[in-house]
């Protein structure tokens, strides 16, 4: 089933929870909406559920309006932070459930159902809990047997609400695996909320980056992550050092420092300039941003590290932080306490709409 909203406006007294949001879901993807707490997925995802009417706009399943259609006739299967199960109920009554209530003229018979919810939970591959209670299980458990309860009515779109917010983050990442597996297994529309980045990079097919109760970019983990359309996606997105200044020719002038960029800006135009951990050089030959380390921490192949900037100045944050290869740091020679220098490789730069132009 494919999904479209459009013009989609909500608010909650005087908060604006949605702000005129139009987004198309092709059948068959797994589209996570990203973004920090407030701004307006999960909202979005009950609107699409018919567990939320919007104040303005158009809910549209394969092209049919679906505004004013009930939660029930949706045929949406939804999947919440905290499960949901029935705590009174074994496993298999709770996959069970959605068919067992469903009218009589539609209602499978026992036998049937049994047999469906049996291959329900060999697909999540816990079977072999079908006898057990909720209170029983491992989170991660529990949330595969929510999955199948929402699966087992046959849905034509499946939204997950921050499925995997409530767990360990080594059971979160199995979970992750295992999710993106099912749905190429299965191919149901499937929309997931989560302020999780890294979830979003791995799971989705697409990603819908959310601020503020807009849309600031939509596209596949790779182009947001690598093409960010506005600071806020750039920031948002994996850890990053942020610098405010002044085009300056072939500089970005920050404070007293000089940083060299590409392209051609107007002098004076005030520019944000990006740069991930991994493309800023530290050395120890007094050129760059002065800086003292903080702390190294070596994990497998990189090491990270983190410094202060040694004199506050306008545009300049007050904290770096460097990634390089271990066998650099080898080589370097760097130490805690120590005073080096910080170069920028690269600059990605948006115009500071918060600024004036210096002329």
Request: proline share 4%.
């Amino acid at each position: 089933m494919s999904i479209e909203v459009k013009n989609i406006h909500k608010e909650f007294g005087e908060f604006k929870a949605l702000d005129n949001v139009s987004l198309k879901f092709p059948s068959g993807e797994l589209v996570a909406l990203l973004g920090p707490s407030g701004c307006g997925k999960t909202t979005l995802l009950r609107i699409i559920a018919g567990l939320e009417t919007a104040d303005k706009g158009t809910v549209l399943l394969d092209g049919e309006d679906a505004s004013g259609t009930h939660v029930r006739e949706r045929q949406v299967g939804f999947v919440f932070q905290h499960y949901a199960l029935f705590k009174h109920m074994t496993v298999f009554d709770n996959v069970a459930f959605g068919l067992r209530v469903k009218p009589k003229n539609e209602r499978l018979s026992e036998e049937v159902i049994a047999n469906k919810v049996h291959e329900l939970l060999n697909l999540v591959q816990l079977d072999w809990l079908h006898d057990r209670f909720p209170s029983q299980l491992s989170g991660g458990q529990r949330q595969r047997i929510a999955l199948a309860r929402a699966l087992a009515v046959e849905p034509r779109v499946l939204l997950l609400d921050e499925p995997f917010g409530a767990l360990d983050a080594k059971v979160r990442k199995e979970l992750r695996r295992w999710l993106r597996k099912l749905h190429d297994e299965l191919h149901i529309t499937s929309i997931f909320v989560t302020h999780d980045q890294e979830e979003a990079l791995e799971v989705a097919d697409r990603v819908v980056l959310m601020n503020q109760g807009k849309v600031e970019q939509i596209g596949s983990p790779s182009e947001v992550y690598d093409h960010p359309k506005t600071p806020f996606v750039y920031g948002f997105l994996g850890h990053v050092n942020r610098f405010n200044g002044y085009a300056a020719g072939k500089y970005l002038e920050v404070g007293s420092y000089k940083l060299s960029i590409e392209g051609s800006y107007s002098k004076g135009s005030p520019l944000i300039g990006f740069a991930r951990p991994y493309e800023l050089d530290i050395n120890k030959n007094k050129s760059g941003i002065a800086a003292r380390v903080d702390r190294i921490l070596s994990f497998g192949l990189y090491s990270r590290i983190e410094l202060s900037i040694n004199k506050h100045e306008e545009g300049l944050p007050s904290h770096l932080e460097v990634e390089i290869e271990r066998s650099e740091l080898d080589k370097k020679k760097l130490k805690e306490g120590e005073n080096v220098f910080v170069t920028p490789k690269q600059l990605k730069l948006f115009e500071n709409k918060a600024r004036v132009s210096i002329q």
